[in-house]
């Protein structure tokens, strides 16, 4: 059948209506009633909203919605019309848990707030969905050039195009937080690496779940494997919020971090034919609900990993420290343990003459029939040492030159009691410092006595700060500068940063029979979940295993002593 020109000029001008009307009803239409304010305009250029206080009306574009009851109580929109002015952010954070997705386009009544230093509006009194609308995440790049900060994109979504490497898990199990830098890994200020920390600051971003409950059913990034230090990611796209201080990324997409720091199974070779090993253990008391295990299980499971990461060590002489100061009962615990890993007697312990009267003390283990002691242990008497040092001489049993182990824990950084000369001098190395100096000057005139000294410990002093300078400057020589690359030069994190506070100095006749020097990351890098705690920690992720064994990694050298 035929159509007449009239029938079919009328079927064409129908379907072209209806075209226009579907591509009308496809793009999104303004809300009905006007809104008083840009986003922008309740932002404002500055770090608080310009019309706090006040009750305003916005239009946007919902582009996260964490309204459940264990999120954020709230939604993000963001204006799809900005304005010219790059310090004005154009998103927001909506406290409403008014029913509303992703894409909808919305017009938001309520008052302008800044809470803990985001501006949001709360209370709302008005969220009405007219349409919907989309909007891309804008491009950002870390550091911020010219030394602008990320407030000019507070509520807004975003993307990190750039490689993003994980440098703090600490609060991952707790609240769901991890925190990423662009350029790697960051080092503190006063280890050696030429970081500064404004540089730190600016290349870190730290990464929300959504969420402020604590102890989340679903521990973000822990699938299939628990995220470790120095994995990576690409892409990272979400909403920039502020909360507790900080500029938080609540991802809208999720992340999947590369196992670019896969886990060493075992330490790298150090050579020789004698090891030594300088090992934190992370307060290991035999007595429970002190400063280790809480309870009869906790110890058991600390003592499992303690055992699977000096196996692994497969040092000839263990350097311990953090361990619980009454008498051998803690040591030999471990030694039991140790031996009943590696085979009957292997392992024996040195005991501390002089163990001070901390709640812990070092300590000194030795396999039998590699190396056997010269002499009795000796200490030091001086007041300063809370924890005094540990000495003996050692020589192969198959014979050999003989050498001096001397095991330290100098101060902790902690402030508490902290006065004149001991306070914080804000120079980057905490409190106490003039006291650890002094650690290190008695340790240096100690050791100028003793036949090849190789003085290890948890120093508490990162590698350019005073106390290992007083040592360095006394004749002694650290060895993991000499032979670990600069990049794996750390043995613990703290607030994101990697350091070295765990080392190795031999006197430098010693130190030209180091055969080699090698930091195991089986802890710094590994997420407290993994730990043998069990308050807060899932158990599907304990293992008997090396991993999270302590926070402090092991240090290892080898010597050529025959």
Known sequence: MRRTAAALATVLTAGLAAGVQAAQAAEPEPCGTPATHQIAQVQGAGSASPVAGQTVRVEGVVTADFQGSDQLKGFFVQDPTPDADPATSDGIFVYSTKEVKAGDRVLVTGKAVEYNGLTELSPVTAVDVCGTGRIAPASVRLPLRGGATLERYEGVLVRFGQRLTATETYQLGRYGEMTVAAGGRTFQPTDGHGATQAANDARSLLIDDGSNVQNPATIPYTDPRVVRLGDSATGLTGVLSYGFDTYRLQ????????????????????????????????????????????????????????????????????????????????????????????????????????????????????????????????????????????????????????????????????????????????????????????????????????????????????????????????????????????????????????????????????????????????????????????????????????????????????????
């Open 251 to 562: 991802p809208t997409a999720a992340a999947r971090f590369a196992r670019t720091n896969p886990r060493p199974v075992r330490p790298r070779a150090v050579g020789g034919d004698v090891r030594v090993a300088s090992f934190n253990t992370l307060n290991w008391f035999t007595t429970l609900d002190k400063r280790g295990a809480d309870s009869e299980a906790e110890k058991e499971r600390q003592l499992a990993k303690l055992t699977a990461a000096l196996k692994g060590l497969d040092a000839d002489v263990v350097g311990l420290m953090e361990v619980e100061n009454n008498g051998e009962t803690a040591v030999q615990a471990l030694v039991d343990r140790l031996n009943a890993a590696v085979g009957a007697g292997t392992y024996a312990s040195v005991p501390h003459p002089n163990p001070g009267t901390d709640e812990i003390h070092v300590a000194l283990i030795y396999k039998v029939k590699k190396v056997k002691p010269v002499g009795a242990a000796r200490s030091s008497a001086e007041p300063v040492f809370e924890r005094p040092p540990l000495v003996q001489a050692f020589k192969p049993a198959a014979g050999g030159t003989t050498f001096t182990v001397i095991v330290n824990h100098f101060k902790s950084k902690g402030c508490t009691g902290a006065t004149g000369a001991d306070a914080d001098q804000g120079d980057g190395q905490g409190c106490f410092n003039a006291r650890r100096v002094t650690q290190a000057k008695a340790v240096s005139a100690l050791a100028a006595h003793e036949q090849n000294p190789l003085v290890l410990g948890d120093l508490n002093s990162y590698t350019a700060e005073d106390p290992v300078k007083a040592l360095t400057s006394g004749g002694l020589v650290g060895q993991t500068e000499r032979f670990v690359r600069p990049a794996d030069r750390y043995s613990y994190v703290f607030d994101g940063q990697s350091g070295e506070l765990d080392h190795v100095l031999a006197g430098k006749g010693l130190s030209r029979r180091v055969t080699g020097a090698t930091i195991w990351h089986i802890n710094s890098d590994e997420a407290t979940i993994l730990d043998y705690n069990t308050e807060y920690n899932p158990p599907a992720f304990y293992k008997p295993d090396a991993f999270r064994s302590s926070d402090h990694d092991p240090v290892l050298v080898g010597l050529h002593l025959r």
